[in-house]
T-cell receptor
Framework: AQKITQTQPGMFVQEKEAVTLDCTYDTSDPSYGLFWYKQPSSGEMIFLIYQGSYDQQNATEGRYSLNFQKARKSANLVISASQLGDSAMYFC?????????????FGKGMKLTVNP | NAGVTQTPKFRVLKTGQSMTLLCAQD?????MYWYRQDPGMGLRLIHY???????AKGEVPDGYNVSRLKKQNFLLGLESAAPSQTSVYFCASSYPEGIGRTTGAGEQFFGPGTRLTVL
């Protein structure tokens, strides 16, 4: 079973509108972390936002916020006031702990296109 | 600070050839990782290291070897390249954190990637 599921292969949004990118995860560990990364067409991986499993409040970073619903195991990324530069691939990832080390498990990503 | 750098940026190999990808980081991170990215597959972990002199297998380790002789460097080797190893390879590094950490993300910092084509 996939540990990170991103079901939307692609989305389109109008500039200045808000958009929600879906991510569900699967883990039985009580301690984990959830990340969103952006990959523009230039290829680099850019860290956007983080949510810890024990964090009481949803994470926010500028125009990015994370809608964390622990019981539903979802960690959706909300981008407010979309900009043309937001067009990119977006990856949700979960940090898991195994054998005293930590690793990231990535979803397959989804492509966001912002239209003018 | 350069962050995480990867050498080379592009490479074309013939089947059966060998090569080494170099990853270097100047952030004094303990953990380093090698991923491969294929279309529609996201990033998959090949090998990782939790400190100098240590390495461990990730999700897709077959056909690759790694070494971490110095804390700042993590090498990925292909002994006999195959067309199935055509991919974009990313290196990443991070600080370790204890289980249950509640402050800070401890996010992974990524290099720019290496595009490898095996003919």
């Amino acid at each position: 079973a996939q540990k990170i599921t991103q079901t939307q292969p692609g989305m389109f949004v109008q500039e200045k509108e808000a958009v929600t990118l879906d991510c569900t995860y699967d883990t039985s560990d009580p301690s984990y972390g959830l990340f969103w990364y952006k990959q523009p067409s230039s290829g680099e991986m850019i860290f956007l936002i983080y949510q810890g499993s024990y964090d009481q409040q949803n994470a926010t970073e500028g125009r990015y916020s994370l809608n964390f619903q622990k019981a539903r195991k979802s960690a959706n990324l909300v981008i407010s006031a979309s900009q043309l530069g937001d067009s990119a691939m977006y990856f949700c990832a979960m940090r898991e702990y195994q054998g005293g080390s930590e690793k990231l498990v990535f979803g397959k990503g989804m492509k966001l296109t912002v239209n003018p | 600070n350069a962050g995480v750098t990867q050498t080379p940026k592009f490479r074309v190999l013939k089947t059966g050839q060998s090569m080494t990808l170099l990853c270097a980081q100047d952030m004094n991170h303990e953990y380093m990782y090698w991923y491969r990215q294929d279309p529609g597959m996201g990033l998959r972990l090949i090998h990782y290291s939790v400190g100098e002199g240590t390495t461990a297998k990730g999700e897709v380790p077959d056909g690759y070897n790694v070494s971490r002789l110095k804390k700042q460097n993590f090498l990925l080797g292909l002994e006999s390249a195959a067309p199935s190893q055509t991919s974009v390879y990313f290196c990443a590094s991070s600080y370790p954190e204890g289980i249950g950490r509640t402050t800070g993300a401890g996010e992974q910092f990524f290099g720019p990637g290496t595009r490898l084509t095996v003919l």
